[in-house]
């Protein structure tokens, strides 16, 4: 065959063709020159017809990669956007900054932009002793925790929120003690809480307190001596008051000096009568009394304490003027102001079994 062309059985076969059709016998030479081994012609094996024909050798084709790792690469970025970010962030958190610390805006002008709620004994004027300093001052430098702590100094206030309104006003609220009792020092006399804080009368208060009065405090004694103090006297009011009877009102003085031995002094119609009541037990010694106070006024005239401190005896102790029977009162009788406690020329014992002897006794 000529040229580069590839002779094939196929082609074998359509040349046979050709000549029989035209007749022609091709000459035995050209046929054993035909005849060809299909091993020597190396050809591909037409059954596989999966495999391409022409096959071309693989090679590597190069590429061309940057200086870092794409997963390094998009971290990176990402900082980037968040230094960005932070960096844009900052720049205006500093203008405002910049605003709010030097712009007339907020500026506390007066006296007038500083709001008070809350009180009713507290005066304005102590609420602007504190809060004074502040006019003319920029809100946002205000302290507002140092100016909380100065307000609770103030006696009555128990507790204190100082806020900013912006742009140029203050508001403070205030919690004011609930007083409790009268505290009698030297000749003054002053209102304390159930902590025992004490606190001086409002000049214009619209309450009207009705209290017993606490005698036997001391101006130097301290807090913590006060609190205790007003632990026993609010344990007695609450015991007297716990069966809804409201025995606390009958009551015009408490002496605490001494906590083994707290000593009331009753209001009675026919006359103050001191009433030993011991540590303990308030409600029901208080209702011994209460039984027995019109059969002991039946034999004196007037008393002047009983103590009820012992379980199985009562001590009363009239005046002077209780020798003889009282005689029947004419008219109602007042209310007499309570007074100290005098010393007895005559006591009486009444034990547990309801027998009762006088026992006069003289005393220089």
Known sequence: MAGNERFTREDESESRRRGTRAGVQPPDDDLRELEVDARDLDLPDLDNEAEPQFLRGQRRVSVRRGPLPKKTANRLKYV????????????VAFAVYRYGAHSWRFRVESGDSIELNGNQNVTRAQVMEVMGGDIGRNVFFVPLEERKKQLEEIPWVESAAVMRLLPDRLRVEVKERTPVAFVQLGSKILLADAHGVLMDLPPRS???YSFPVIVGASDAEPLSTRAARMKIYNALVRELDSDGSNYSKDLSEVDLSDPDDVKVTVADPA??????????????????????????????????????????????????????????????????????TTRPKARAKVKSNGKRAAEPTHRD
């Open 80 to 91: 980037a956007l968040v230094a960005l970010a932070a960096g844009v962030l900052g720049t």
């Open 206 to 208: 619209q309450n009207k």
């Open 271 to 340: 006359g103050a009568v001191l009433l030993h009541l011991g540590s303990s037990s308030f409600l029901e010694r208080y209702k011994t009394y209460i039984t027995h106070a019109a059969e002991w006024r039946a034999q004196y005239r007037k008393l002047e304490s009983v103590d009820l401190r012992f379980d199985r005896q009562i001590i009363v102790n009239p005046d002077s003027r209780s020798a003889a029977p009282a005689p029947p009162p004419a008219s109602s009788p007042t209310v007499q102001p309570a007074r100290t």
